[in-house]
């Protein structure tokens, strides 16, 4: 593995390090677990003293509307907008530039994400409004003469690895589409908590001091989210945000126009001057969120809602269902080897697919199709055999016919009638490409290392990726974002997501499945440990406990290769609607995650 790979994606993870430790509930419980609803996952282990999860949390329950965000602060903004009469895209709008504020390693608005909409009549929409190349980006940008990766530029730091940023467009235009109550009301409370300051949180005074040094380098002349020079943040003091004030009020009186016209987008253009980056107010008059269709499929009885191209996410997840459904995984159980062996064999050949056959469907056909038909994917496990496992090196993206060849935050909302919205939003690292638009007070996104910039060479994700994905002016960057939704008979079932980079895919997965074959509550299927593979590089990576000693052995002996590691994996923020209709929140407890019931 690369050492840019390990090096960033310590640093993506820094945020997602927790400690193992059963935390206190200190939840905005309104409901008790309805008695009908009691004794849902059995966990039968070999070892008697090993726990399946990475720490214990009560789960949250609401009747009236569910709200998880990464932040406590953001996820009770949510929830007063539905208490005012908002429905989730409100509470979802709000909450977003909430995080912006509270959350500044993730929240954004110099960033993009994706969003899943189904209302409550189960009609499902998707928005796109992930970042876009700028106009003069091109192919070999990151590389030399040599078309070697230039020494001294990374595509992962600094004014040359934003994309044109979505977000604001992004939720400007679900708000317009969906929302009830007025643009002013849904930013106001980012407006307030930027003004008069936000408690730091222990998680967030350590995110602030750890970027610290890459702050100063990228904004010399400034002292940003910076207590001073040399003094070092403590949980329970005041961030105050007085130009991200500003410039969230201009977008409360503006709309899209408050940030890619008039003074933020002259501050942004000359941010970009300064440090030589190379968005133009050309990029940001073309840039424009995308209501795309949903890539929907099924697993056994339940309707899978996901986020098609430019995210993987979606199109990844379904492959990894189909991969799988045909066994007996309950049976099995949880973490046994079987269930193990066919979910990381799985995901070694849709990682594959990914590599080889996604990016923006506006830059050229991805056979979405193709790629989730029952023939292919049978041709694709052709190969598996439970006595060895298979060699990554043999595993290529299949072949279609006809076709030539760590920071993100995810948050969930469902409103008493029943819409439901997942997001997943993100600067790509943690805390962006660690310049702030000076005189706006906001972070911008480091999306471009998204992009294969050069084919097979890895991302900071150790993701690679080819053709599809190269760079291209205007053309958007591949994602491994996945906020899915889940029905059954129906109606709404799960609302789904996570941060984690190339994680995300794997994490969902696993989480569903805890829901769906394990039988875990929401709660319980978020915090238990997960494992992940990706292709390449050819190992599973595992939170400490994941798996017994005896299936450690069994699948080694089977030629898999499992390293635990400390780092945690995913933040998931997930609601379960309950058989009664009451929401369940399960909002990670590897972090600061926090589901507000009404
Ligand atoms: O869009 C993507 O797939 C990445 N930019 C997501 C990055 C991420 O999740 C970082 N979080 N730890």
Redesign the pocket.
Known sequence: MNSKYLLTLSI??L??VACKTTQPNSQNTTLQKPAENQGFYQFTNEDPNASPFFAKKASVYGKNGMIIATHPVASQVGADILKQGGNAIDAAVSTQFALAVVHPA?GNIGGGGFLVYRDKNGQSYTLDYREKAPENASRDMYLDENKNIKAGQPSWLGHLASGTPGSVDGLEQAHKRFGKLSWKQVLQPAIDLAENGVKLTAREARGLNNVKADLLKYNPTKTYFMKTDTAKWKEGEILIQKDLAKTLRLIQEQGRKGFYEGETAKLLLAEMKRGGGIITQKDLDNYHAVWREAVIGNYKNLKVISMPPP?SGGIALLQLLKFVEPYPLQKWGWHSDSTTQVMIEAERRVYADRSKWLGDPDFAKVPQKELLDAEYLKKRWQDFQFAQATDSKIVKGGDIIGYES???THSSFVDKEGNAVSITT?L???YGSKVVVDGAGFLMND?MD?FSIKPGVPNV?GLIGNEANAIAANKRML???TPTIVEKDGKLMMVLGT????T?ITSVFQVFLNVAEHQMSMQQAVDALRFHHQWMPDRTTFEEGAFTEKTLIRMRERGYKLDSQKNTIGRMDCILVLPDGTYEGGADVRADDTAVGY
Do not use: K
């Open positions: 993506c993870f945020g997602l993730a995210s760590p920071e993100t993100t790509n690292g943690s999306e998204d994700y994602s491994s974002m941060p984690g980079g190339s995300i």
